[in-house]
């Protein structure tokens, strides 16, 4: 049986292809898995116009991610912390801190999307990069100054 497959399916193929797979395989898994549409010319219009708003879409989320970045790119982030003799630091800035800082800016970013390698553990000026989509990242310029 022909299917056009609706994503990519591991071992089988990409998006948008038309490949050949066994009757029971397409209608026991693909299809009811919304994997993929048997492979016919009305489905094949269905899948075009799906894969165009998809587009469009991803086109809108790329533009608003970029705009975010622009944002997180200008802001400066302040953090004071505990510090002993010579300006040793007690504990550290995480990426979690981090995130809590944006918050209170009003920017959501998941803690996770902040992309720190180590906490930062001395004083100083930072520059921190942040995962705003899967392709874009922004830098935040995180400030660590004693209390």
Do not use: C, H
């Not at 998006?15 to 029971?24: L, M, R």
């Not at 397409?26 to 075009?48: C, G, W």
């Not at 802001?75 to 944006?102: M, P, Q, R, Y």
């Amino acid at each position: 049986m022909k299917v056009i497959l609706r994503e990519e399916v591991q071992s089988l193929g990409q998006a948008g292809e038309t490949i050949n797979v066994k009757d029971g395989f397409a209608r026991n898994y693909l299809i009811p898995q919304k994997l993929a549409y048997p492979a016919t010319r009305s489905f094949s219009r269905v899948f075009a116009e799906e894969k165009k708003l998809k587009d469009n879409r991803d086109a809108r989320a790329t533009v608003q991610a970029e705009q975010l970045a622009a944002k997180l790119g200008n802001l400066s982030l302040e953090t004071s912390v505990k510090v002993g003799e010579e300006d040793k630091v007690f504990g550290a800035v995480t990426s979690a801190d981090i995130a809590a800082l944006l918050a209170a800016k009003g920017y959501e970013i998941d803690k996770r999307d902040i992309l720190l390698e180590e906490p930062l553990k001395a004083l100083g000026i930072y520059n921190v990069p942040v995962k705003v989509a899967s392709e874009i990242k922004a830098e935040v310029k995180v400030w660590v100054i004693k209390e």
